[in-house]
């Protein structure tokens, strides 16, 4: 099984409505990772948190929210989705000690 | 605004080649340098990171970092059709707990 997941892999959804991006990890990693690639402009860091009572907002945090439900999940939200969220959006995990950051498989969201 | 800077490419060379892939950064107090591949429709990868001065080699992979220069850079030995893929460059900041990803350079190496 993978390290770690993402839910849903796809998803496409009408400018207004509110969708929840789920991360899970098994690698017992304490910091975790919500990134926004596209073309061109490469990963961009969206919140990112240290443990369940850390959270911070990364460059392009405005229209994102995010719940840290335990060690394991880290979950994206965005409330009112307009087009320009059409993304692919990356979770990723780091573990104590190191900086290697492992990759979920990705959510591919268009925004109509 | 802290900046990493590739050159998007396309970069085509020929089976068996050399793969340059170059990339800049602006914070002067980056400590950390990583190399992510990334295939198509797939999640990055990481293949070198860097941390010195110097040339770090792993298999056919080099990575050279000029922190004077603030550049470091990622060769690929006796490319492969296997590593055409987008290659990204991230630098950690000094605090250690995010890094900044470059828009990627694509690499096509052709049979």
């Known amino acids: 099984d993978a390290d770690v997941t993402q839910t849903p892999r796809n998803r496409i959804t009408k400018t207004g409505k509110r969708i929840m991006l789920e991360c899970s990890q098994t690698k017992g990693h304490d910091r975790m990772y919500w990134y926004r690639q596209d073309p061109g402009l490469g990963l961009r860091l969206i919140y990112y948190?240290?443990?369940?009572?850390?959270?911070n907002k990364g460059e392009i945090s405005d229209g994102y929210s995010v719940s840290r439900q335990a060690q394991a999940k880290f979950s994206l939200s965005l409330e009112s989705a307009i087009p320009n969220q059409t993304a692919l959006y990356f979770c990723a995990t780091v573990g104590q000690g190191t900086d290697t950051q492992y990759f979920g498989p990705g959510t591919r969201l268009t925004v109509l | 605004q802290k900046e990493v800077e590739q050159n998007s490419g396309p970069l085509s060379v020929p089976e068996g080649a050399i793969a340059s892939l170059n990339c800049t950064y602006s914070?002067?107090?980056?400590?950390?340098f990583f190399w992510y591949r990334q295939y198509s429709g797939k999640s990055p990868e990481l293949i070198m990171s860097i941390y010195s001065n110097g040339d770090k080699e792993d298999g056919r992979f080099t990575a050279q970092l000029n922190k004077a220069s603030q550049y470091v850079s990622l060769l690929i030995r006796d490319s492969q059709p296997s590593d055409s893929a987008t290659y990204l460059c991230?630098?950690?900041?000094?605090?250690?707990?995010?890094?900044?990803f470059g828009p990627g350079t694509s690499l096509s190496v052709i049979p």
């Open positions: 948190s240290f443990d369940v009572k850390d959270i």
């Open positions: 914070d002067r107090v980056s400590q950390s």
């Open positions: 991230a630098v950690n900041e000094l605090s250690y707990d995010k890094v900044i």
